[in-house]
């Protein structure tokens, strides 16, 4: 009987490790510092998504001009949705900021 290999088992955890690698990393070299680097880094991405959803909108409105019932209620329902995305890497990154400076004083 052929004995079968448990390693295709860890693929699916492949992109897990990608993503948690510079996290870990950083934290791991810099301390509480690089917790504090990665709360901004969270922050800074929550606001690129939110002036990129922004910046949709208003490209929308300046080339078509103001739409009308459901089109307009659409494009501010996008708007919506991506700010209110970003709100949890805005309170995530900045309870990491608070944990980073808490762990050096």
Request: hydrophobic share 55%; with cysteine.
């Amino acid at each position: 009987m052929r004995s079968r290999s448990e390693t295709w088992l860890l693929l699916p955890l492949l992109p897990i490790f990608l993503v948690s690698m510079f996290p870990m990393l950083l934290i791991g070299m810099l301390g509480s510092a690089g917790l504090v680097i990665f709360g901004i880094l969270l922050i800074r991405v929550g606001i690129a998504c939110t002036m990129d959803a922004h910046g949709d909108f208003d490209r929308e409105v300046i080339v078509h001009g103001y739409a009308r019932g459901p089109d307009r209620a659409a494009q501010v329902s996008d708007l919506k949705s991506a700010t209110r995305m970003a709100v949890p890497l805005h309170l995530s990154g900045a309870a990491m900021i608070v944990a980073g400076l808490f762990l050096v004083g």
